[in-house]
């Protein structure tokens, strides 16, 4: 979730979140409080941190705070449950509200992200806390989000009775995605049963044929969960910077394709063995998807001047791309099919098909809705994906469907997705 939503939901009020589940008081101890501000370095403005005249916020761990400010001296952390408002009695720096946003870990604990706002001015004051707490009773799951933007409520999933046995009939599998109104959820649907499970904090998540799950964690970096997604390694990416995303394990599961936004310095596709090793780089390339034998199907990015849409087939060792030759005027989102034969991707908001020859062109949808995010079924019969990206309503269209249907969970709630799928 991000900073702006919390502030939405913290608006909306907190009580429904702070009940499922209860979240004791963060751990006895001193955190320290530090300031954020702008730097330029290497003629890139970045965040810089240094440590705040607020010092540090110490816990006693049974529910009482105090500041220690270096300017001013000690004061009092309070919580009014009924207008549910934080506050720091901080001496000179005077009465100061805390907003905060839920952090986790596997769901196993929570990080409070404190940020003070100065209510004289009402000026942020850059300066954050970032507080620990154990959750206790069931892991967060299906915690709604509440904002204040205007199409909020028309967005929200619609309910439906669920069908008798199977939710989604003909239907077969495991889609795993980052679901929308959900706080930071990896969730698995088993679309047999519409059982939906939450598996890890995180986005663009995939789940690689032997079971590990990857994903971009809470700190922007890629983790590797194994098949139980208790434990997750951290993926070296020893001098690199910049935001990543859309990370994939090869088949072989020990290759780590993703894209690189370190723009203006660089912006494409990296691959990496899974201790760190560079393998390969693809520049202006985006949305990697692995063939079974271990080529990379890769998208161009076409936001930057002089870039033509494109799909690109790499050789197997990763080191030169042949284009996938599609007489086409927009490509994005490329999703190769488990038998390696064809590619789905989208095209002015439409799913299109080829053969990975570029071959057998298909136009699977056309709507007046956007679709996006196209995703094969094991069988390589059916594609999942998302229809219109502000609402993100999961659907799926079959060989023989002429526009996609919903696909329902256990309860008969339509599915709302963020970002990627993947169905194994």
């Not at 991000?2 to 608006?11: G, K, P, W």
């Not at 290497?42 to 500041?67: C, E, I, R, T």
């Not at 990496?272 to 080529?295: A, I, M, N, Y």
């Not at 033509?308 to 087939?313: K, V």
Request: net charge neutral.
């Amino acid at each position: 979730m991000s900073f702006r939503q919390c502030l939405a939901l913290c608006a909306a009020g907190l009580g429904a979140v702070a009940a499922v589940p209860q979240v004791p008081a963060p751990p006895a101890g001193i955190y320290a409080c530090n300031m954020t501000s702008l730097a330029m370095i290497n003629g890139m403005m970045l965040p810089q941190v240094s440590f705040s005249v607020l010092h540090s916020v110490a816990l006693d761990g049974k529910g009482g705070y105090v500041l220690q400010n270096i300017n001013g001296g000690p004061g009092k952390y309070t919580y009014d449950a009924a207008k549910d408002k934080f506050s720091f009695m901080t001496g000179r720096m005077g009465v100061f509200d805390v907003r905060y946003e839920y952090k986790d870990d596997g769901f196993k604990e929570r990080f409070f992200r404190l940020q003070l706002i100065d209510k004289k001015t009402g000026k942020d004051s850059s300066t954050f806390c970032t507080l620990t707490a154990k959750t206790t009773g069931k892991p967060m799951t299906n915690i709604q989000e509440k904002s204040n933007f205007p199409s909020d409520t028309a967005s929200k999933p619609s309910t439906a009775q669920p069908s008798a046995g199977n939710p989604n009939p003909g239907l077969k599998g495991t889609l795993v995605f980052y679901e929308s109104y959900n706080v930071g959820a990896i969730q698995s649907l088993d679309l047999a049963n519409g059982k939906k499970q939450t598996r890890l904090s995180g986005t663009d998540p995939f789940l690689a044929k032997n079971g590990e799950l990857v994903y971009v964690n809470r700190q922007g970096e890629i983790g590797i969960a194994d098949q139980s997604y208790q434990s997750a390694l951290t993926l070296k990416r020893e001098g690199e910077f910049g935001d990543v995303s859309q990370p994939a394990l090869s088949p072989d599961g020990q290759k780590v394709a993703y894209a690189l936004d370190a723009y203006p310095s660089w912006r494409g596709v990296v691959v990496r063995s899974r201790g760190g090793q560079v393998l390969g780089k693809f520049e202006w390339k985006l949305s990697p998807s692995w063939t079974p034998d271990g080529r990379l199907v890769l998208a161009e990015d076409t936001g930057y001047e002089g870039h033509r849409p494109g799909l690109y087939l790499s050789s197997a060792d990763l080191k030169t791309l042949k284009p996938v030759l599609l007489n086409i005027d927009d490509i994005e989102q490329p999703a190769v099919s488990p038998d390696g034969r064809r590619v789905a991707f989208v095209s002015n908001g439409d799913i299109w098909i080829a053969n990975l020859d570029g071959s057998n062109l298909k136009q699977r949808t056309s709507t007046d809705k956007t679709e996006t995010g196209p995703i094969w079924s094991p069988d390589n019969q059916t594609l999942a994906l998302i229809v219109d990206p502000s609402t993100g309503l999961l659907q799926v269209l079959g060989p023989g469907d002429s526009k996609p249907r919903p696909v329902q969970d256990s309860e008969g709630n339509q599915i709302q997705v963020r970002g990627r799928l993947l169905w194994r």
